[in-house]
């Protein structure tokens, strides 16, 4: 069940009601003037309807959805759809990979695949205004909910309870966007949490080194708050969310210039597979509209195609990939959009791309071209309708247009991966990575003809098989810049650096620029270099 994430009764006038406690100052709130702090958390219920939208801002973009007007609108002055947290996320991550190409030529959109942005990018600042967004909105409950507010009000029994949770899960989401603001943006941010006095002076940029411990100690310090794993409402954090966020930072700490800790990044993918979950049976379900009962996914933004519905999450990525003489009905939509296809060099990533030995392979080739000759030409390259909004059993989800489909942001299948890769980098046991990686290529294979001999069992191998395992769940841009590969000349795929058959560009493009009105907006801020 999806209940909690999609409350009816989300308190999105307070939206939180808050002052700008980032830098943003362009991110102009629209809050319900009547709604306030005082007034919110009165009422009991207002906890759990907070919290929600707290875990709705990672898909949804305001109050009304898909498209409301300029009051329901969480950031005001960019279209609903082009707002949301997942699709901008997807785009930098995906779009300016080997993964991705869109036919679309809205403004700025071409120059992410052709990594030519600039800090005028509209989805680049699309993307860092939901960042600070989410951050202000978690600091506001993490400031609402603290034990003196919650003794004051007289919160007590369950609502006190989930209340207390509630405000560890906001500091794990706090910590997400931080962790993506050092990833995309290299950490050199404006820094801001609930300490903060809202509407203070325009914050101090913080750094890489200290953002990392930030992130680090906020993810360790909530562990005994959060909830058990795999004991927590569906589509909430857990211990074991937490767990493997720090996974993630310690994976890329090196490549992001904080030092080798492998060791740690395996250490903590090792507590999430152990926690208790299986691979879901058919790699496929994992990405239909019933995914919310896989027992493979750790965490998941919630979809419901009746109760949140927007143009951007998996509404996008449902109907991006359709086109040409793709039959929509067959993905449970009303239609496809015809914009998004992978390169030859990831489809060059699997031995058969047909599907039939390595059913990670889901591309759809009737009419479609391996090539991409013209990037605006849906049918020049391979499409790939990797998420369907049908259920594992054949049906359609409840709404043709806007899908039941959630989003897998950590998996199990990932866990394995970042043990392997750490083990491979000689921080761990090797003969258990090996059975990890082997499990999901029996899966994929139906068999054990794709398994891999431990001689096999390279970082290199590794990010292959990250790319056919991970395909378009965002994280394409972040390994190939721990490979050392997003920039360079050694790894090309069509139009990067906007060359027909690819070409290295500049390393300054490893992290993407502040956007020019956040640097108008702040004096305290240093643009990244090289922009």
């Known amino acids: 069940m999806k209940n909690f994430i999609h409350i009816n009764k989300i308190v999105g006038g307070?939206?939180?009601?808050?002052?700008?406690?980032?830098?943003?100052?362009?991110?102009?709130?629209?809050?319900?003037?009547?709604?306030?702090?005082?007034?919110?958390?009165?009422?009991?219920?207002?906890?759990?309807?907070?919290?929600?939208?707290?875990?709705?801002?990672?898909?949804?973009?305001?109050?009304?959805?898909?498209?409301?007007?300029?009051?329901?609108?969480?950031?005001?002055?960019?279209?609903?759809?082009?707002?949301?947290?997942?699709?901008?996320?997807?785009?930098?991550?995906?779009?300016?990979?080997?993964?991705?190409?869109?036919?679309?030529?809205?403004?700025?959109l071409p120059e992410l695949h052709q990594m030519k942005w600039s800090s005028n990018n509209p989805f680049v600042r699309g993307f860092y205004n939901r960042v600070f967004y989410q951050i202000a909105s978690c600091n506001e409950f993490i400031r609402e909910t603290s034990d003196v507010k919650l003794a004051e009000r007289g919160v007590s029994g369950t609502i006190l309870t989930d209340a207390k949770a509630l405000r560890a899960e906001a500091r794990f989401l706090r910590a997400l966007s931080y962790w993506h603001a050092l990833d995309l943006f290299g950490g050199n941010v404006p820094f801001v949490t609930d300490n903060d006095v809202v509407g203070s002076a325009p914050p101090k940029q913080t750094n890489a080194k200290d953002l990392f411990a930030y992130i680090e100690s906020e993810l360790k310090a909530i562990d005994s708050e959060l909830v058990e794993a795999r004991k927590n409402e569906y589509a909430r954090a857990d211990k074991a969310a937490a767990w493997m966020l720090l996974a993630k930072l310690y994976l890329n700490a090196e490549a992001q210039g904080q030092g080798n800790r492998y060791a740690d990044a395996a250490t903590y993918a090792k507590k999430v597979i152990d926690a208790g979950y299986s691979l879901q049976s058919k790699y496929d379900d994992l990405f239909k509209a019933d995914n919310h009962n896989s027992t493979e996914v750790i965490w998941a933004l919630a979809a419901d195609g009746n109760r949140s519905q927007t143009w951007g999450g998996m509404t996008f990525l449902c109907h991006a990939p359709v086109g040409g003489s793709m039959p929509a009905s067959s993905y449970g939509i009303d239609g496809g959009w015809g914009g998004v296809r992978v390169t030859p060099s990831f489809v060059k990533l699997f031995a058969d791309p047909s599907g039939k030995t390595d059913k990670r392979a889901m591309f759809y080739t009737d009419g479609q071209k391996l090539e991409i000759n013209e990037i605006p030409t849906f049918t020049d390259g391979y499409a790939m309708p990797k998420y369907k909004n049908i259920t594992s059993a054949g049906k359609v989800g409840t709404n043709l247009t806007h899908p039941d489909t959630d989003f897998p942001m950590f998996r199990l299948a990932d866990a394995y991966l970042i043990y392997a890769e750490a083990a491979a980098r000689g921080a761990g046991d090797k003969a258990l990575a090996l059975d990890y990686v082997n499990k999901l290529r029996v899966r994929a294979y139906g068999n054990t003809s794709g398994n891999i001999a431990a001689a096999d069992l390279t970082p290199d191998f590794v990010l292959a098989e990250r790319g056919r395992e991970l395909s378009w769940e965002g994280g394409r841009r972040t390994d190939l810049l721990r490979f050392g590969k997003f920039t360079s000349s050694s790894y090309l795929w069509a139009w990067k650096g906007g060359v027909k058959d690819g070409a290295g560009v500049q390393d300054y493009l490893k992290i993407f620029p502040l956007p020019s009105t956040d640097l108008t907006a702040n004096p305290n801020l240093v643009q990244n270099a090289g922009y």
Do not use: H
């Not at 709130?29 to 009547?34: H, S, V």
């Not at 409301?68 to 609108?73: C, E, H, Y």
């Not at 609903?80 to 869109?102: C, H, K, M, P």
């Open 14 to 108: 307070f939206a939180l009601a808050l002052a700008v406690s980032s830098c943003v100052k362009d991110l102009d709130r629209m809050p319900f003037n009547e709604v306030t702090s005082a007034t919110v958390y009165n009422d009991p219920a207002a906890y759990r309807q907070v919290g929600a939208k707290l875990y709705a801002g990672l898909m949804l973009t305001g109050q009304q959805g898909p498209a409301g007007d300029d009051r329901t609108k969480d950031i005001k002055g960019m279209d609903e759809g082009f707002s949301s947290y997942l699709r901008n996320y997807w785009y930098l991550q995906t779009l300016t990979t080997d993964e991705a190409v869109i036919a679309w030529s809205d403004a700025g």
